[in-house]
């Protein structure tokens, strides 16, 4: 069984700085891929950024590449999201998933299994 609990979205303003976080439980150890995706009602689900947790090697899509980091703890099975800079276009749900194997950067058949976190902008 595998658990991905997000947290960390509230309401921020326009420029601002916030930190999502993912903790994972479960069976971990086939966790290679961890990405956070992010939809929007009516909009197609986005790949947002991914991490080869063995490696460390990152991935970033053009939309929020220079803005945003994604990070791991493995002492704390966390997967962070430092997201800087925000733009109204950044107000979403945000998920983490994750998938085996090393192809970590596609944004393809990632597993979903947490409830999400939404970002919202101050108005």
């Known amino acids: 069984q595998v658990q991905l609990v997000e947290s960390g979205g509230v309401s921020v303003q326009a420029g601002g700085s916030l930190r999502l976080s993912c903790a994972a439980f479960g069976y971990i150890a086939s966790m290679n891929c961890m990405a956070w995706f992010r939809q929007a009602p009516g909009k197609e689900r986005e790949g947002v950024a991914s991490?080869?947790?063995?490696?460390?090697?990152?991935n970033y899509a053009d939309s929020v590449k220079g803005r945003f980091t994604i990070s791991q703890d493995n002492a704390k099975n966390t997967m962070y999201l430092q997201m800087n800079s925000l733009k109204t276009e950044d107000t979403e749900m945000y998920y983490c998933e994750e998938k085996g194997g090393w192809k970590c950067r596609d944004f393809v058949r990632y597993n979903y299994w947490g409830q999400g976190t939404q970002v919202n902008e101050n108005s």
């Open positions: 991490i080869y947790t063995g490696v460390g090697t990152t």
